[in-house]
């Protein structure tokens, strides 16, 4: 299995905007142990520029850096993996041309038995949620957090996204989440490094250990 940070923030990057390699720097100081690219556009010079300069900025800060939903792109510029969102179809295709050493998650929103799923089918992580309400996924089913206690056994790193602040995300870090991932509360922000140390800090306090 691929090596993973062994806990913490999963920061997850919000979009086209002209700042991004300035607010992917301060959540990497801010303590973001996983870093995923996500752009759904089609500009596909731009978006093979971008990964490639996160990957650099990555490799500096020995952060793994996935791409959402792009096997290729993440071929192209070298990132460790790929986070796909739909299918197994999706995971097979993208183990297939990543290898057996690529970080694959897939999206399992609130369906324990898909997470099954997924992780037979060879998923490296699983993520659930949304567990609050998001604006980044505003017609999510939620999930509650007993899905993170329950998915205990799947063996995997199991992923909380979903509206997740400093002050809610420690109910599911408690439940065992691996990562909290944070995308506007972590790149919607004016002060970046901070909110990322704050949701990093979720795991830094003596509550955090999760409970078996």
Do not use: W
């Amino acid at each position: 299995m691929p090596h993973f940070p062994s806990r913490g923030l999963y920061a997850i990057t919000d979009g086209p905007r002209s700042d991004l390699l300035d607010v992917a720097r301060n959540a990497l100081l801010g303590g973001a142990a996983l870093l995923q690219y996500r752009d759904p556009t089609d500009d596909h010079a731009r978006r093979h520029a971008e990964a490639q300069a996160l990957k650099r900025l990555c490799q500096e800060h020995s952060v793994p850096l996935l791409i959402n939903g792009d096997a290729a792109l993440a071929e192209a510029v070298g990132a460790a993996g790929v986070h796909v969102g739909e299918t197994g179809e999706d995971l097979a295709s993208a183990r297939t041309r990543l290898g057996a050493q690529a970080i694959i998650g897939v999206s399992c929103l609130d369906s324990l038995e898909r997470a099954k799923a997924m992780v037979a089918a060879g998923a490296d992580y699983v993520s659930f949620g949304a567990f609050y309400p998001s604006s980044t996924l505003p017609h999510a089913r939620l999930a509650p957090p007993d899905l993170l206690s329950q998915s205990a056994a799947l063996g995997v790193p199991r992923v909380a996204i979903g509206g997740i602040t400093p002050e809610n995300g420690a109910v599911l870090v408690e439940a065992g989440a691996d990562y909290v991932a944070a995308i506007s509360a972590v790149f919607g922000v004016a002060d970046v490094r901070t909110a990322a140390r704050r949701l990093a800090d979720l795991y830094r306090s003596p509550s955090s250990e999760p409970h078996p």
